[in-house]
């Protein structure tokens, strides 16, 4: 955990602070078990039935980050709910734009394998702009 | 909004990790209200007038005079 999320999980309350761990924690082994299925699955057309393990694997820490994210959205005290839904709504919208030139790049381009994958990033990396706006907007 | 939330409580030697525990916030949100940064909710506001035994009105005004007349009142 870098020195600056320490320095944000200080300034929570402890049933937040609990909670924003949590949901870490979780989403740190469902990244890793998703890079992980990522690699060994690879480009394949046809998928051997054991490669459905590593297909499915990363839902279980998935399960457990968005069950944490959901209590952490439900019990945070209200300026940081607030900001996460702020940062939420605005990358919501920045990925539904995104999603319509990914649509065309891929019509441009090629295929749409890497569609899906952009637009995951793009969510996550827009959710956390969003939030660090959010968070200089109200001196947090 | 403007608000003496920092006044009532440097005037109880308070630090905002206190009240925000009084409060059951977040030190984060103490500071973006004492800063003007954020109006809280209606019951945060009750919450705040409760704890410091004052009305609402003499802790939040939207004119910043009328707080200081509140105030010398």
């Known amino acids: ?140 | 909004m403007y608000n003496r939330l920092r006044s009532l409580r440097t005037e109880r030697n308070w630090s905002q990790a206190t009240l925000a525990e009084e409060l059951g916030v977040s030190r984060q949100t103490i500071n973006a209200i004492e800063v003007g940064k954020y109006d809280p909710s209606l019951p945060l506001a009750f919450s705040i007038s409760k704890l410091f035994k004052q009305p609402i009105e003499k802790i939040f005004d939207p004119d910043k005079a009328g707080l200081e007349s509140q105030q010398d009142a």
């Open chain 1, 1 to 140: 955990m870098t020195a600056k999320t320490r320095e944000n999980l200080d300034g929570l309350c402890e049933r937040d602070r609990i909670n924003a761990a949590r949901f870490i924690r979780w989403f740190v082994a469902f990244f890793l078990l998703f890079s992980l299925g990522a690699i060994v699955l690879g480009p394949e057309k046809r998928t051997p039935l054991w490669h459905l393990v590593f297909g499915f694997l990363p839902a279980v820490p998935a399960c457990f980050a968005l069950n944490a994210y959901f209590r952490f959205m439900k019990d945070a005290d209200e300026l940081i709910r607030r900001i996460h839904f702020e940062a939420a709504a605005h990358s919501f919208v920045v990925v539904i734009f995104a999603g319509y030139f990914f649509y065309l790049a891929a019509q441009m381009f090629g295929g749409w394998e890497d569609s899906g994958a952009m637009i995951c990033l793009l969510g996550t990396f827009s959710y956390v702009v969003n939030l660090r706006r959010a968070r200089q907007r109200f001196d947090v």
